[in-house]
C-alpha cells in the first residue's frame, strides 16, 4: 500500500517480512540517489554558478539541512533566513525562485535518509529475530507506520484458515477408444 501511513499487515515467515522491508529499501535507495543526482546536476549547473547570490543560499541552504532542522531551535530560525520565500495557497505551498527547486530536493533527500535509516534498523532487527528460530507455526501481524515495522504480534496457525491459499487440482483424461 504505497503512501498509507498506518497499516496492519500478516506476514507468513520472518523471511517473507525481512524480504519486504529489503525491497522498500531498494526502492527509497534509488530515489535517494535519483534526487542526489537530480541535486547535483542543478547545483552545477552553469547558468546557477553565475548567480553568486544563488550559490551563496544554496550553501546556506546546504549546511542547514546537514546540521539538521529541529523546530523551535536556533537551527529551525537560522533555516528560514536562508531558504526561499514560499507562499501558502490553501494547504499548499509555492515558490518562483530558482532555490526553491534545491530547497524541495534538499528535503527529500533528509526524509529519505532517515527513511532508509529505519527501514536498515527495523531489517536487522527481523534478522535477528530470524536468527532466534521463532516457530513456523506462527504469522506475523505487523503494524507498519510509514512502511516501516514497528510492532509484531506472534499469533499461531489455526489449521487451514491462517494457511496461504493454495490451488490443487487432479486432472482426469478419458481415453478414447477408436474403432
Request: net charge negative; charged share 35%; glycine share 6%.
Amino acid at each position: 500500500m504505497n503512501g498509507c501511513l498506518s497499516e496492519i499487515r500478516t506476514f507468513y515467515s520472518l523471511k517473507e517480512m525481512r524480504e519486504t522491508v529489503e525491497a522498500e529499501i531498494a526502492q527509497y535507495t534509488l530515489m535517494l540517489e535519483d534526487y542526489s543526482q537530480w541535486l547535483g546536476t542543478l547545483l552545477r549547473n552553469p547558468e546557477s554558478s553565475k548567480n553568486q547570490e544563488w550559490n551563496k543560499k544554496a550553501a546556506e541552504l546546504q549546511k542547514v539541512m546537514k546540521t539538521g532542522n529541529r523546530k523551535g531551535s536556533k537551527r529551525e530560525e537560522k533555516k528560514t533566513e536562508t531558504t526561499t520565500e514560499w507562499v501558502q495557497f490553501k494547504d499548499i505551498s509555492l515558490c518562483s525562485e530558482d532555490l526553491g527547486e534545491a530547497e524541495m530536493l534538499f528535503e527529500a533527500i533528509e526524509e529519505l535518509k532517515t527513511k532508509v535509516d529505519k527501514l536498515q534498523k527495523a531489517r536487522n532487527s527481523i534478522v535477528d529475530l530470524e536468527r532466534y528460530g521463532l516457530g513456523k507455526e506462527l504469522l506475523y501481524v505487523t503494524y507498519m507506520h510509514d512502511g516501516v515495522p514497528e510492532k509484531i504480534f506472534f499469533k499461531t496457525k489455526k489449521g487451514d484458515v491462517a494457511e496461504k491459499f493454495e490451488f490443487m487440482a487432479d486432472f482426469s483424461i478419458a481415453e478414447q477408444i477408436s474403432q
